[in-house]
């Protein structure tokens, strides 16, 4: 049997009827006829030597040899796409794929993004909100906005400044929650989305930060921030909001923070790229829009006492 490789299109008819289990919907998906799928596959097995389908009534199966060849073809061909979109992106300057977490593209980046476009009409900006870890050199993205406490050495990083946190509540609830002390008796929101920090950002520490020694047992938890937030907006109770989410509700009153006690966290956000990535001018042009933006609301820090998280830590 020989080592060379059989034709691309054969193993490309195998390796879509091996996910599909099915030479209809591999036909389906390649914009082939079942009949052409078909002859490749036995022009596969022909060069192999053994086949590589079961052919039921009506469904078809691995054989052993199929079920070994399967794995390697379907990454082999990941592979190849991987590096001819790499090859595209090199030569593309004008459109730009960002990826952030839900609650920053809904509560930061999403009202901002009309002057990024105004100024950059030339860019095709595009948006993935999730926090899937993505792999900037086989996903189809170009840039990563990520919230951690550490940074990923393989990677063009960007740190910005570290997020706190603060007590914001509707104007109204303000009026009945006026000391710290008073939060004891408050409904109190929880946002689990930062449960990883470490140490941890919650409402013990920053109960401690403002000298009480209290841990609620109640309240509502919420896994995104931006719901957590929005729960808060609705009059359901306090939340310890961080800087980037409540920045727009504060500006437009809907919440306000009147304790102006903060708790610096070691988390912060981050821009990534792959490295030599950011000399492309759509993404050089996206990351000082990010800075610039991040600064305009820098002043707001100073109306805070600002604690960083290691002075109220439990050892």
């Known amino acids: 049997m020989s080592d060379y490789l059989p034709p691309l299109t054969a193993l490309r008819a195998f390796d879509a009827a091996a996910r599909h289990m099915s030479f209809s919907k591999a036909a389906e998906e390649l914009h082939v006829t079942p009949a052409a799928l078909s002859f490749q596959i036995k022009s596969l097995e022909e060069h192999l030597g053994r086949p590589l389908f ?16 399967a794995p390697g073809a379907a990454e082999g061909f990941a592979t190849l796409q991987a ?7 090199q030569e593309d300057d004008t459109s730009l794929t960002v990826t952030a977490g839900p609650a920053l593209t809904a509560k930061w980046l ?20 999730t926090l899937r870890n993505m792999d900037l050199e086989r996903d189809d993205v170009d840039v990563a906005i990520r919230f951690g406490n550490s940074a990923d050495d393989r990677l063009y990083s960007v740190p910005v400044r570290k ?19 008073s939060l004891e008796g408050a409904p109190l929101i929880h946002d689990d989305s930062i449960s990883f920090l470490t140490p941890p950002c919650d409402w013990p520490a920053w109960f401690r930060a403002v000298g009480m020694d209290f841990t609620p047992t109640h309240g509502a938890h919420f896994s995104n921030a931006d719901h957590a937030i929005d729960a808060a907006v609705a009059g359901v109770g306090v939340a310890l909001g961080r800087r980037a989410m ?18 610096e966290t070691q988390g912060r956000f981050r821009f990534l790229c792959l490295p030599g990535a950011e000399k492309k001018p759509q993404i050089a042009a996206f990351r000082d829009w990010f800075l610039t933006e991040i600064e305009k609301t820098a002043h707001i820090s100073d109306e805070f006492k600002i ?3 290691e002075e109220v830590s439990r050892p």
């Open 54 to 69: 079961r052919r039921l009534n009506r469904a078809v199966e691995l054989t052993e040899a199929g079920r070994a060849l």
């Open 83 to 89: 590096a001819w979109r790499a090859v595209r992106r």
């Open 110 to 129: 999403a009202p901002r993004l009309y002057e990024f476009a105004r100024a950059h009409p030339e860019i095709d900006l595009k948006f993935s909100a």
């Open 163 to 181: 997020e706190w946190l603060t007590p914001v509540m509707t104007p109204e609830l303000a009026e009945q929650f006026t000391t710290p002390a």
């Open 246 to 263: 409540i920045l727009k509700d504060l500006t437009e009153g809907r919440l306000v923070a009147p304790f102006k006690v903060a708790l």
């Open 307 to 309: 604690i960083p998280i």
